[in-house]
Protein backbone atom coordinates (compact mmCIF):
# COMPACT_ATOMS: atom_id res chain seq x y z
CA UNK A 1 0.00 0.00 0.00
CA UNK A 2 2.81 2.27 0.92
CA UNK A 3 4.50 1.75 -2.54
CA UNK A 4 1.23 2.31 -4.07
CA UNK A 5 1.19 6.05 -2.61
CA UNK A 6 4.60 6.25 -3.71
CA UNK A 7 3.78 6.08 -7.01
CA UNK A 8 1.11 7.44 -7.14
CA UNK A 9 2.64 10.60 -5.33
CA UNK A 10 5.37 10.61 -7.74
CA UNK A 11 3.60 10.67 -10.92
CA UNK A 12 1.08 13.78 -9.53
CA UNK A 13 4.64 15.66 -8.47
CA UNK A 14 6.06 14.90 -11.95
CA UNK A 15 2.44 16.14 -14.20
CA UNK A 16 1.89 18.67 -12.01
CA UNK A 17 5.74 20.25 -12.55
CA UNK A 18 5.64 19.38 -16.33
CA UNK A 19 2.14 21.79 -16.20
CA UNK A 20 3.80 24.40 -13.98
CA UNK A 21 6.72 24.37 -16.81
CA UNK A 22 4.22 24.59 -20.00
CA UNK A 23 2.08 27.20 -18.18
CA UNK A 24 4.85 29.24 -18.01
CA UNK A 25 6.65 29.10 -21.44
CA UNK A 26 6.55 31.90 -24.09
CA UNK A 27 4.37 29.53 -26.59
CA UNK A 28 1.62 28.79 -24.03
CA UNK A 29 1.29 32.57 -23.49
CA UNK A 30 1.13 33.34 -27.35
CA UNK A 31 -1.30 30.28 -27.73
CA UNK A 32 -3.63 32.31 -25.16
CA UNK A 33 -3.71 34.94 -26.65
CA UNK A 34 -4.60 33.86 -29.89
CA UNK A 35 -7.51 31.57 -28.01
CA UNK A 36 -8.58 35.43 -26.14
CA UNK A 37 -8.32 36.67 -29.80
CA UNK A 38 -10.86 34.32 -31.23
CA UNK A 39 -13.29 34.07 -28.64
CA UNK A 40 -13.44 38.16 -28.27
CA UNK A 41 -12.08 37.97 -24.71
CA UNK A 42 -10.53 41.66 -24.71
CA UNK A 43 -9.33 41.14 -20.73
CA UNK A 44 -7.30 37.84 -21.64
CA UNK A 45 -5.98 39.05 -24.44
CA UNK A 46 -4.79 42.26 -22.26
CA UNK A 47 -3.30 40.20 -19.81
CA UNK A 48 -1.24 38.29 -22.75
CA UNK A 49 -0.20 40.99 -25.34
CA UNK A 50 1.27 44.43 -24.17
CA UNK A 51 -1.23 46.15 -26.44
CA UNK A 52 0.34 49.64 -25.38
CA UNK A 53 4.23 48.50 -26.27
CA UNK A 54 3.49 47.12 -29.07
CA UNK A 55 1.43 49.97 -31.11
CA UNK A 56 4.51 52.20 -29.71
CA UNK A 57 6.65 49.33 -31.93
CA UNK A 58 4.88 49.63 -34.50
CA UNK A 59 4.45 53.22 -34.86
CA UNK A 60 8.38 53.30 -34.39
CA UNK A 61 8.91 50.98 -36.83
CA UNK A 62 6.32 52.31 -39.64
CA UNK A 63 6.89 56.21 -39.33
CA UNK A 64 10.24 57.07 -37.08
CA UNK A 65 12.66 55.03 -38.57
CA UNK A 66 11.20 55.72 -42.27
CA UNK A 67 11.65 59.28 -41.57
CA UNK A 68 15.58 58.90 -40.77
CA UNK A 69 18.04 61.19 -43.17
CA UNK A 70 19.28 59.22 -46.16
CA UNK A 71 22.48 60.23 -44.71
CA UNK A 72 21.66 58.29 -41.45
CA UNK A 73 20.39 55.32 -43.06
CA UNK A 74 23.56 55.30 -45.69
CA UNK A 75 25.99 55.27 -42.43
CA UNK A 76 23.47 52.38 -40.64
CA UNK A 77 23.98 50.47 -44.12
CA UNK A 78 27.48 51.31 -44.07
CA UNK A 79 28.09 50.36 -40.47
CA UNK A 80 26.36 46.91 -41.09
CA UNK A 81 28.32 46.06 -43.97
CA UNK A 82 31.34 46.61 -42.78
CA UNK A 83 30.49 44.46 -39.74
CA UNK A 84 29.16 41.75 -41.80
CA UNK A 85 31.53 41.68 -44.58
CA UNK A 86 35.17 42.52 -43.38
CA UNK A 87 35.26 39.88 -41.47
Do not use: N
Request: glycine share 2%; charged share 25%; aromatic share 18%.
Amino acid sequence: MRKVFSILFCFVFFFSTLYFLWTTTPLFAFQEAIFALKDHDRETFEKRVDVDGLVRSLVEDLLVKPALPRAARRRLSQSFGQLFFTR
